[in-house]
């Protein structure tokens, strides 16, 4: 996530990808050939290049930093895979982040009512922010659910379970449509905030814990406005 445009991410052979955000593009420019010579200098080229600024894109091509084997700027899906930002797909015309999570309906559509299929399908969810807490929380707690009852891994699940586990999976469907802007606000707005503050909200039950962080800016006209930063939630022990 970034206060400001254009975005670069950078992904080192034997390390993840780097993110970073600078409000003009010289200074994307300059930044870019600081990360090449420093990671040179350590053997590690970086590479998979990408912006959604076409002006530091035909930079990239001018330095040699990037080929221009595809011209086509506007195509920001090559070979009908999206691009990623921390495992996060990123629509870089519009610049918004999604879920790309065909392969998970795909899975879940095999739909196999015991332990082992659940715990399956929960190593295949990758949500490094937490836009998917509240949905994601259900399952993991029917999985505690499941381990109480102490059934084996292939064991049929118990009618009550693989009813709340139905539900669940007919709800994956639902977050096809689900995206989130790049930025927490828009560079109009940034350029007029009076404040700006990080708000931290946590709770408990005894299901679970959860933490969410907001931003809140006050516009120089008294207009306000939030968004979601990072989420984060525990299932509570069953002892503690």
Not at 64 to 79: L, Q, V
Not at 143 to 151: E, I, S
């Amino acid at each position: 996530m970034s206060l400001s445009l254009p975005l670069y991410i950078c992904s080192p052979v034997l390390f993840d990808d780097i993110i970073g955000s600078q409000p003009l593009v010289n200074q994307a420019l300059t930044i870019t050939l600081e990360a090449i010579k420093i990671f040179e200098d350590a053997c590690i080229p970086l590479h998979k290049w990408q912006t959604n600024s076409k002006s530091l894109h035909k930079a990239w091509q001018n330095k040699g930093i990037i080929s221009d084997e595809n011209p086509h700027f506007e195509t920001f899906e090559k070979d009908n895979l999206p691009s990623k930002v921390l495992g996060i797909a990123w629509n870089s015309r519009e610049d918004f982040l999604y879920f790309d999570i065909k392969g998970l309906i795909d899975f879940v559509s095999k739909r196999i009512d015991t332990k082992r299929f659940i715990l399956q399908v929960l190593g295949r969810i990758f949500d490094p922010i937490g836009f998917w807490g509240p949905f994601i929380l259900r399952v993991k707690h029917l999985m505690q659910k499941v381990w109480l009852l102490g059934v084996k891994w292939d064991e049929s699940l118990p009618e009550y379970i693989i009813s709340l586990w139905a539900d669940w999976c007919e709800e994956v469907l639902q977050l096809t449509g689900f995206s989130i802007p790049h930025c927490y606000f828009s560079d109009p707005l940034m350029n007029n905030f009076k404040t700006l503050e990080l708000h931290l909200f946590s709770d408990a039950s005894t299901k679970a814990y959860r933490t969410v962080a907001y931003l809140r800016m006050t516009s120089s006209n008294k207009e306000i406005l939030t968004s979601f930063v990072a989420s984060k939630n525990r299932i509570a022990p069953l002892k503690f």
